[in-house]
């Protein structure tokens, strides 16, 4: 009878057990676990153990444990949550709800959201809405993409249909160089990998701009576009100069436009206006020099300041020119608010076993003369050459 006993109670188990994944399987759900357990007087289905939950649309959702409120079309899930739309995004969390008369997928603390194209998104709370085919959060959030750049935002909305996702408010992105932008409204396309943002303000890594740790070089600018190619700034303002409070930069480049081709390595500046202390100094229609990254590339060089108690103030603006592979030279006009031009050159040339400096400069002269500054045009001419004679000729 014992034996009997445990047979027929095995047998109704079955049976129950099958009956229910019935029930499930025809409601919204149909759901799969180690263990099963139903509360008929509330309604509800618990499932522990491997749980695995597939909606009508293909939604899947595995879970240590969930617990399916039928009546309210309420699903809760806890423990290693992951949840996968049937378009490859996955959501992994420690737990999440799904309100299915609403349609909406909730996750909370530890949520990393996986988009298809290889984007990841860190926060403690994303909202899916499927019916609005948007996944948000107003939570600090995390958007990292496949090279290594973030991007840190207060609150995110990203539409499924249109691959956008979207911030306002205080935004912030690293990008792989270190450099920081400062933005107040932002946009990225994850499927043509661009961005967008307005309000800009970039703070760029000394190291990898080529300057000293004293200078600070920065930029801001109304809007930016970023691609794979190319960045586009509009009515951008930079400088490299040491930031003082409450004090204008000794020197700063303003341009209507400004294009950084990627591909060629080259900056670019429509409608350019050099300021000295915030003062209008030149207008340059089109004017471009090489990026940080160029080693050897013909253009202008950055600006740079001086000051003297004989000269003044004054500024010099490089302009470098590659010749040849062996040869190039540097032009470096210097104008002062009260005294003549001075123009310096200086011309280099490698040898198999050695190089060549010239370096030549030429003014008119001082135009305020006293007794230490004389009259007349001043001008010299150097030169270095060194051969290593060790090495063997070829």
Request: proline share 3%.
């Amino acid at each position: 009878m014992p034996i009997k006993s445990k047979i027929i109670t095995l047998v109704l188990c079955i049976l129950n057990l099958f009956i229910f994944n019935l029930d499930v399987s025809a409601d919204e759900f149909n759901i799969s676990a180690v263990e099963i357990s139903v509360d008929k007087k509330n309604n509800i289905v618990i499932g522990k153990g491997s749980v695995e939950a597939t909606d009508q649309e293909g939604r899947l959702i595995k879970a240590d444990k969930i617990v399916y409120e039928k009546s309210k079309e309420f699903l809760t899930a806890e423990g290693s949550v992951s949840v996968n739309d049937n378009e490859g995004n996955i959501i992994v969390t420690n737990k999440a709800t799904y309100d299915k008369m609403q349609d909406i997928i909730i996750t909370f603390k530890n949520s990393q959201l996986n988009l298809k194209e290889g984007y990841k998104l860190k926060s403690n709370k994303i909202l899916y809405n499927n019916l609005k085919r948007t996944i948000s959060s107003d939570q600090n959030s995390i958007l990292t993409d496949l090279d290594g750049n973030t991007v840190t935002t207060n609150m995110f909305q990203y539409h499924l249909d249109k691959n956008l996702f979207s911030s306002v408010g205080k935004i912030k992105v690293v990008d792989v160089n270190n450099n920081k932008y400062f933005f107040k409204e932002l946009h990225v396309d994850t499927k043509k990998k661009e961005m967008i943002g307005s309000d800009v303000s970039v703070l760029l890594d000394e190291e990898n701009f080529g300057v000293s740790k004293e200078s600070d070089p920065r930029f801001v600018a109304n809007d930016i576009f970023i691609s794979k190619s190319k960045s586009n700034l509009s009515k951008g303002v930079f400088t490299i100069c040491k930031k003082k409070e409450d004090q204008c930069p000794p020197w700063s480049l303003q341009a209507k436009k400004i294009t950084h081709d990627k591909a060629k390595k080259t900056i670019y500046y429509q409608h350019a206006i050099l300021k000295i202390y915030d003062i209008p100094i030149f207008y340059f229609p089109r004017f471009f020099h090489p990026d940080p990254t160029i080693k050897r590339q013909s253009g202008f060089l950055t600006p740079f300041f001086t000051n003297s108690n004989t000269l003044g103030g004054g500024f010099g603006l490089p302009y470098y020119w590659v010749i040849s592979n062996d040869k190039d030279i540097t032009f470096s006009p210097k104008f002062y608010n009260n005294e003549n031009m001075l123009m310096l050159n200086e011309y280099r040339q490698a040898f198999r076993n050695g190089f060549m400096t010239l370096d030549a400069s030429y003014s008119q002269g001082y135009q305020n003369t006293s007794t230490k500054k004389t009259d007349g045009s001043r001008n010299h001419i150097f030169a270095d050459l060194y051969f290593d004679l060790g090495k063997d000729k070829p």
